[in-house]
């Protein structure tokens, strides 16, 4: 009857579910993988988990470099339209101007992305939060700020958007300041929100904290004190170092120019460089104490050793060594007060060809000293020449040889330290130094004491003087190398010394570029600077004062 | 013999419903583990934040200009000119 109907519905039925089953197992096993990648192409990704980037303390754990995360707030124009109301309410909050936001959201209404602000403040984000606005979001940013802003740039440095080191021990210390981003695996939906942590591939690894050896308060006091020489002077640049003597850490190093590391907009270039350890100059006088070191330990010449000087200048070969004045017979240690080129060449030439140069070399002026920071100069000292005594003479008063001011430094650490050699450092040191010796002890503490002398009344520097205090040091006045050879109008002026003179706590070298005016030497440029900057740290490290106390 | 071999089955069969409980136990658990963990991160970052904010605070309150300007304006403190000493 019609039960072949009844068949062809069976037949077509089971037909039907055969070639479903069938591609069934069909997609399941021959195209599972191509379309399970596809699947997740589309709705899993892999996305970073942020680190935080070490933060960089002083040695009192002030923070020198924090970074902090801030919120860029954006909207989706083509989503949602936000009333007149709102953006009022938000462009007050973001400080924008109202008319020309509504503007800007209106005139491209397709738009899927509008930064409304990038790296807001917290308490923008938390501002517009409140306002509880549907189609505002936000995206977390990390932004590194630096509290202490120009007085510590050069030491410090700076990162690039990518949070990468640029500068400074930012960039020497990169691969330990720097967070590892995690990655981990979720699931989104088509609006881009994630719904679900599926699988965490990498843990975040938060970036290591970094101690420097410099020590905020100094730092400041010399960059103001630095800025204020400066302005007074007209002076085109300069540099201060300061190291403890005990360590060889450095507790400040402040140049000016500076910049500051907070401030984006400001195109970076003038002011970068770290010129206390860039830049090179010719010593000038500061090198004569270590001829004098040099002259005592021969064996020839004491404290006491008198030395002809008249007629207030000396020839030797080419060269005419002059002293502004004559002063005719004078002791070593009067020569070293007084700063006489005369009667220094004569000493120069009376020791051992090599004599000063072994002294220079042994202490480490010239050599690339490593103390963490990039830009290091290496400097130029070299033997060559020696035999000649017009290069003998020139060196022993400081020309002829370029060195930074950090080498400078570490000249003096050996004699404030007694005698030792000690890596400088930027680095907060755990424990008591690799110090190694290189002059004798007693010979070190003779220079000191001969050194004194420098800031009494009568010598080069007496601004240089601490009330309370006995303070060593030396001037030293040279002139920049021009295009037509020596420059008589540029100076640098220089100041290198210690405090207190009987039991040193550190070394500080003052450099200040073409001073303008009356005054261009050291001794009245950079030695007044040393004594406001020594005077004021050896009350905060809490020094005894070793001076008696005329009243 | 055939009563060993439907015992054997019972068994099995027991131990395959408990461990299915268990997997229904485990995944369950390690949803709640992992949303914890998820809360700890956040708790975590948020904290950090905060950290870093309260950081940023206090070095600009306690920064040197700072503690010098009020010494001298508002607590009318000045600088000793020379060391003065008290002996005890």
């Known amino acids: 009857m019609k039960a072949w109907r009844h068949y062809l519905l069976v037949v077509v039925f089971f037909g039907a579910c055969a070639g479903m089953a069938v591609r069934v197992v069909y997609l399941n096993v021959r195209d599972s993988d191509f379309l399970q990648g596809q699947g997740n192409a589309r709705s899993i990704r892999t996305e970073p988990m942020p680190a935080f980037r070490g933060v960089i303390y002083d040695r009192h754990g002030e923070p020198l470099a924090v970074s902090t995360p801030v919120m860029s707030i954006w909207t989706d124009p083509s989503f949602v339209t936000l009333d007149v109301s709102a953006v009022e309410q938000l462009a007050t909050i973001l400080k924008l101007d109202p008319i020309t936001l509504q503007m800007e959201l209106r005139s491209d209404a397709r738009r899927e992305f509008y930064y409304l602000k990038r790296r807001a403040t917290w308490q923008e984000y938390e501002d517009v939060r409140a306002l509880g606005l549907d189609g505002v979001?936000?995206?977390?940013?990390y932004r590194r700020y630096y509290p202490a802003g120009d007085t510590t740039a050069h030491v410090v440095g700076l990162t690039g958007v990518d949070d990468?080191?640029?500068?400074?021990?930012e960039l020497t210390f990169n691969d330990q300041l720097r967070g590892q981003y995690g990655r981990k695996v979720v699931l989104k939906d088509r609006r881009g929100q994630i719904i679900k942590d599926l699988e965490y591939l990498e843990a975040p690894r938060f970036g290591k904290d970094l101690e420097l050896s410099i020590d905020l308060r100094l730092q400041f006091i010399a960059h103001r004190e630095l800025q204020a020489a400066i302005a007074a002077r007209q002076a085109s640049s300069g540099s201060i170092v300061m190291a403890d003597a005990r360590t060889g850490e450095i507790l400040a190093m402040v140049n000016e120019p500076s910049y500051n590391p907070n401030d984006f907009s400001r195109s970076l270039g003038h002011g970068v460089r770290n010129q206390a350890i860039t830049d090179t100059y010719e010593p000038g006088s500061t090198i004569k104490p270590f001829t004098v070191l040099a002259a005592l330990a021969s064996g020839r010449w004491e404290a006491g050793s008198m030395i002809p000087t008249a007629p207030g200048y000396y020839r030797v070969g080419s060269l005419l060594v002059q002293d502004p004045l004559n002063r005719g017979t004078i002791s070593l240690n009067t020569a070293l007060q007084k700063s006489s080129q005369v009667a220094i060449a004569k000493v120069a030439l009376d020791l051992d060809p090599r004599a000063v140069y072994d002294v220079l070399t042994r202490i480490g002026i010239g050599e690339y000293m490593g103390v963490g920071l990039p830009g290091e100069a290496a400097g130029?000292?070299?033997?060559?020449?020696?035999?000649?005594?017009?290069v003998r003479t020139t060196l022993a008063y400081g020309y002829g040889l370029a060195i930074s001011p950090l080498h400078l430094t570490q000249g003096y650490l050996a004699f404030a330290s007694g005698g030792l050699r000690m890596p400088l450092t930027?680095?907060?040191?755990?424990?008591?130094?690799?110090?190694?010796?290189?002059?004798?002890?007693?010979?070190a503490r003779e220079v000191v004491e001969m050194m004194e002398s420098v800031t009494a009344r009568e010598g080069t520097a007496p601004g240089a003087r601490v009330p309370g205090y006995r303070?060593?040091?030396?001037?030293?006045?040279s002139r920049k190398v021009g295009a037509q050879g020596y420059d008589e109008t540029r100076h640098v002026a220089l100041f290198a010394?210690?405090?207190?003179?009987?039991?040193?706590?550190?070394?500080?070298?003052v450099v200040i570029n073409e001073p303008k005016g009356e005054e261009v030497g050291g001794g009245a440029v950079s030695g007044p600077v040393f004594g406001q900057v020594a005077g004021r740290a050896l009350r905060l490290l809490g020094v005894r004062p070793d001076a008696e106390r005329a009243i | 013999m055939k009563g060993a071999q439907s015992w054997f089955i019972l068994a099995l069969l027991v131990v395959v419903v408990a461990s299915g409980v268990?997997?229904?136990?485990?995944?369950?658990?390690?949803?709640?583990?992992?949303a914890e963990l998820q809360a700890a991160q956040r708790t975590q970052d948020e904290l950090l934040a905060e950290y870093s904010r309260l950081l940023l605070e206090r070095s600009t309150q306690a920064a040197f200009h700072n503690v010098e300007r009020i010494a001298e304006t508002e607590?009318?403190?000045?600088?000793?000119?020379?060391v003065e000493r008290l002996e005890p």
């Open chain 1, 380 to 390: 130029t000292l070299n033997d060559r020449g020696l035999n000649n005594p017009v």
């Open chain 1, 137 to 141: 979001y936000f995206q977390r940013e």
């Open chain 1, 497 to 509: 010394g210690l405090a207190p003179a009987s039991d040193p706590r550190f070394v500080m070298v």
């Open chain 1, 426 to 443: 930027i680095l907060k040191q755990p424990g008591p130094p690799r110090a190694e010796r290189v002059i004798e002890e007693s010979l």
């Open chain 1, 164 to 169: 990468q080191g640029l500068e400074g021990v």
């Open chain 1, 471 to 477: 303070v060593s040091g030396k001037t030293g006045t």
């Open chain 2, 75 to 82: 607590l009318s403190m000045q600088f000793p000119d020379a």
């Open chain 2, 22 to 34: 268990q997997v229904a136990l485990k995944s369950h658990e390690v949803r709640r583990l992992h």
